[in-house]
Each structure stands twice: as C-alpha cells, then as structure tokens.
C-alpha cells in the first residue's frame, strides 16, 4: 500500500511515536492531521511539518469526538489512513488500595473504547475512498504482561483482539486495510517512568517499521524485539511472563 498524497489522521500526534510517524508521512507529501487534547502542543508540533494541521479532540470525550468525526466528514472528506496511536498508562501493582479499578478504567478509555468509538465514527468517510487503512498501536505487552504495568497490558491485549477481528470483518468485500503495530519498549516521554529513557528503541525507528509496513503490506508490524518475543511466547508462555517481569 502506498502512502503518498493522502490525507492521515493520528491521534497523540504531537509527540513521540504519533509524531514521528507524522514527520515520515508529511516528508513523503501525505497531509496529516494531528489530534490530540492539548492545544498548545498539537498546534506546535504541526508548524514543524508541511501540510499539517491540528486539531483538538479529547478522545475521552463523547462531544468532542462527534465534533472531531463531523469535521473530519465535512472539512476532510478525502480522509483514508487512521492512525489510532494516544494512549494512557499507570505504573502500579495489584493489591490492596492499589486503585486497579479507578486506573484499569482509565487506560480502557484511552486505549480500547476511545479508538473503537473513532474508528467506526470515521468508517463511512474510509470506505468511501479507493484503499483506504486503519492502524492501532498496541504493544509487546499484549502478549505478556508486566505486572507493572498490569492493567495498561490488558487494555493493548483487548486492542490487539479488536484488531483482530476488525481486520478479518473488513477483509470481506472493503477497500480498508487494518494494521496492528506492535512496538517494544521506547524511548518517549510516555514510557519515562518505566525506563524508556535507559531502555527504549527510538520512537523514530518504530515510525520507520510502520513506513515498511505500509509499504509491504505487513499487517502485524513486529517491531525491534517483538518478533522473538512473540515466538518465544507461542512456545513457552510462562517463560515469557517470566522474561517480561524479571528484575
């Protein structure tokens, strides 16, 4: 699938992965749309890029997402890549007054129900182009999870099986391809407290992975370690577990 001169909408578009993403895709003459709660942030990162624009949404937000989808319909109708890339962690551990219940559902809202919402909001204005792609960002640890991170692998395994049957539904008779990209641990300002910094591939090199993916129409875009550890997991997944909780 080729991406050049269309329009891509990504949400958490104004930093780190999203916005790496976008710089790729505006270098190879694609419009892209940032969206993103914050303004002031959205806003900086499109001046940075050529022909971009921002535009506020919290994908939290029931009204602000019908407005995202109306003006989007209205403004962009030429829309054909959803790039559905914000999302929310907490670094905790189960047990008593960890708050798993308060933190489980708000990474659920981010990282699941928000992108189901957007996407078949959007679908109508996808299936109208002549190929048109939906990506979800989801994560290593949908396939294991870090008891550190337990609720944030949950909400990226249920985004994962999402994905999954959103991509053999629109396998029959639409002109929507669904990807599923599949990072490890990166170095964003997202991942920071959970060793990003020390640990993480660079955001760019994920952006890159999805490029080639695209281009290869690799629908399950394993990226760095991701691949292994997906075999090592189909073969022995409580070893697995255990790689993804050592230390």
Avoid: W
Wanted: aromatic fraction near 8%; proline fraction near 4%.
């Amino acid at each position: 699938m080729k991406i050049i001169n269309k329009t891509v909408l990504i949400t958490g578009g104004g930093s780190g992965i999203g916005y790496e993403v976008a710089k790729l895709l505006s270098a190879a003459g694609n419009k892209v749309i940032l969206v993103g709660r914050t303004e002031s942030k959205i806003q900086t990162a499109a001046k940075t890029l050529d022909n971009a624009v921002a535009i506020q949404c919290d994908i939290n937000d029931d009204g602000d997402v019908r407005m995202l989808i109306k003006t989007i319909s209205e403004q962009y109708p030429e829309l054909s890549v959803l790039i559905n890339n914000a999302g929310a962690a907490f670094l905790y551990e189960h047990g008593e007054n960890a708050g798993a219940f308060e933190k489980a559902t708000a990474e659920f809202a981010t990282n699941y129900f928000s992108v189901i919402r957007l996407t078949e909001g959007l679908i109508p204005v996808l299936k109208a182009q002549p190929e048109a792609a939906i990506v979800n960002v989801t994560s290593i640890a949908a396939f294991a999870p870090g008891a550190y991170l337990p609720s944030y692998a949950d909400s990226k395994a249920a985004l994962r099986s999402y994905t999954l049957s959103l991509r053999h539904t629109f396998s029959k008779d639409t002109n929507i391809k669904v990807f599923e990209l599949i990072p490890p641990l990166v170095n964003t300002e997202f991942s920071k407290e959970i060793g990003g910094k020390q640990n993480g591939m660079p955001a760019v090199e994920v952006a890159e992975a999805l490029m080639d993916g695209f281009q290869n129409e690799e629908y399950e875009i394993q990226v760095g370690q991701t691949a292994e550890f997906r075999k090592y997991y189909l073969a022995d997944p409580e070893g697995a577990l255990a790689m993804m909780n050592q230390g």
